[in-house]
């Protein structure tokens, strides 16, 4: 189970709305390599794995990004907050804001809706925890591409924060993945799959 | 007074990310006694600063606090407005 703590992981205190950036950084709220995709998938995995310390970094870093996901949710929520019409229309914020209002919805920068098919649950240690880094990385190019795009230093700040938080998370798995392999044969690390076949 | 109260919640803020961070690594490395040590030091001084906070200001946590005549959860500011603290 969850407690809630009544605070962000990382402030997000921004004054000047932007809604054109708002639509931007909303990819990393429901896009493909998005936070909600992130913590659904080590949430997931954390069933069929068969190692207690990998469950642990599974555990933790599901549950970190579910407080990703609130930053990013705040980011988006401060940007678009106070917006007049004439600047929803003229930033091209007027196709989300007919179907969501300011209402924070999980969906890509381009209007694809999240799903679930943005990520995979396997059932095998090293495909999941290979799926895991890759994650790592592709939401960190994100981050990347965001900074290039977004200059004002109240959203640079808690973007620059996520980013290194990718970075860190990459470096936990790749230490999971060789927890992983400890435990298997090192002559073939594929002759089976520890989550599902029987050990001989 | 704000300032004071600012201060502790950046503190409160820093010192929970410290735990953040070397939870992640004491998952991999749980052995390391180094790393258990710099644990077992941050958590008090979290846990003094939460109730410190929750004292003179608002709950952060669903247990932080006795509200006796308002259930404070539920009526003081949620994080995600601007100028939380």
Redesign the interface.
Known sequence: MW?????????????QPNAQIAQVIMSQYGGPDGEIGASMRYLSQRFAMPYK?VC??LT??GT?ELAHL?MV??IV??LT?DLSMEEIKASGFDKYYVDHTLGIWPQAAGGIPFNACEFQSKGDPITDLTEDLAAEQKARSTYDNILRLVKDPDVCAPIKFLREREI??FQ?FG??LR?VQDHLDSRNFYALNPAFDKPC | MQAERKQLFDYINRISFSIDDLLLYLDTHPEDTEALAYMNELIPCREKALKEYQEKYMPLLIDGTDSENCWKWSTTPWPWERGYY
């Open positions: 407690n809630y703590e009544k605070r962000l992981q990382f402030p997000v205190n921004i004054t310390e642990a970094v933790d870093v970190e609130e949710g705040a929520h401060q907050a860190v998370h936990r230490e999971a927890i």
